[in-house]
């Protein structure tokens, strides 16, 4: 009997260890009340997220939109060639040919401007080959911003055309 009496204690003692194990580790979840307003998007803030304004901004009426950052997208870039080789130019118009616009660059003298050009994958720097003048088998990359700033050389003196 002694040891039916022992189980017993153990076995309810087991239980209650048991039964507060789960009390104690019990969570629980609370959803918002129903009376939660997101707070209103301003310039600062996108309804109570502040965005970092690299790839989308918030207007002063809440409207949400992607930040520009003048890159050139959605456009083709070609090579005219002119009358005199020197004539040259590089262009850029949208995907069906509208609004052509010439990049101005201002080329170092006797140089000339080569059918090879690129673009980089940020759409940020062209690429081109010059040659001088009247060496043409001698070529130069050359590189610029798309409004044809930044003119420097990229890769000097290469024996054959660029390929990109």
């Known amino acids: 009997m002694r040891k039916i009496l022992l189980s017993t204690i153990v076995l309810v ?3 209650l260890s ?8 019990k969570k629980t979840a609370s959803a ?5 307003t997101l707070t209103p998007a301003t310039t600062s803030k996108l309804g109570g997220v502040i965005p970092d304004g690299t790839t ?3 207007d002063v009426n809440g409207k949400i939109s992607a930040v520009s950052n003048s890159v050139q997208q959605n456009k083709i870039l070609y090579l005219v060639k002119g009358a005199k080789s020197t004539d040259n130019a590089i262009w850029t118009a949208n995907y069906d040919g509208t609004a052509p616009q010439k990049i101005n660059i201002a080329l170092p003298a006797n140089l000339t ?6 673009i980089s994958p940020d ?9 001088l003048e009247p060496a043409e088998n001698v070529y130069t990359t050359y590189a610029c911003n798309m409004d044809g700033s930044n003119l420097h050389v990229a890769v000097n ?3 054959m055309g660029v390929a990109y």
């Open 13 to 15: 003692a087991f239980a």
């Open 18 to 25: 048991i039964t507060l194990f789960e009390l104690s580790c």
């Open 32 to 36: 918002q009340p129903a009376s939660y």
């Open 56 to 58: 989308i901004s918030v």
């Open 113 to 118: 401007m080569d059918g090879h050009i690129a």
């Open 123 to 131: 759409h940020k720097t062209i690429f081109f080959s010059v040659f």
């Open 157 to 159: 003196g290469s024996s």
